[in-house]
């Protein structure tokens, strides 16, 4: 079965951290371009950056850059996304999602049509 599943959600403080994972079961991420969204309560799902084949990350929402981290180890069929700096406007449903990628870098391609979808990872910024 082909399948992202997302770990490391939780309830955190303000101004604390946590690192999601993501990671593909019955397929390897090598060539895919990974994406992350979040979708807080009664509102829309948001990109929140894309990572490349070879690890370029980049942050769609300005309201995480230069708190949020995008990663990714192939060698595990992992990609990550540390958040620092949480804010209880991060509070979420935080998805992967992955797409087959022909670029190694260059062109971001993550958009809300992707091929694999997670089934999200809840996390709370409360204090």
């Known amino acids: 079965q082909l399948q992202l599943v997302e770990s490391g959600g939780g309830l955190v403080q303000p101004g604390g951290s946590l690192r999601l994972s993501c990671e593909s079961s019955?397929?390897?991420?090598?060539?895919?371009?990974v994406g992350w969204f979040r979708q807080a309560p009664g509102k829309d799902r948001k990109g929140v950056s894309c990572?490349?084949?070879?690890?370029?990350?980049?942050n769609f929402l300005d309201a995480v850059k230069g708190r949020f981290t995008t990663s990714r180890d192939n060698a595990k069929n992992t990609v990550y996304l540390q958040m620092n700096n949480l804010k209880p406007e991060d509070t979420a449903v935080y998805y992967c999602?992955?797409?087959?990628?022909?670029?190694?870098?260059?062109?971001?391609?993550?958009?809300?049509?992707?091929?694999?979808w997670g089934k999200g990872t809840l996390v709370t910024v409360s204090s």
């Open positions: 019955g397929f390897t991420l090598d060539y895919y371009a």
């Open positions: 999602a992955a797409i087959q990628s022909p670029y190694l870098s260059g062109p971001q391609v993550c958009s809300n049509a992707m091929d694999y």
């Open positions: 990572i490349s084949r070879s690890g370029n990350g980049i």
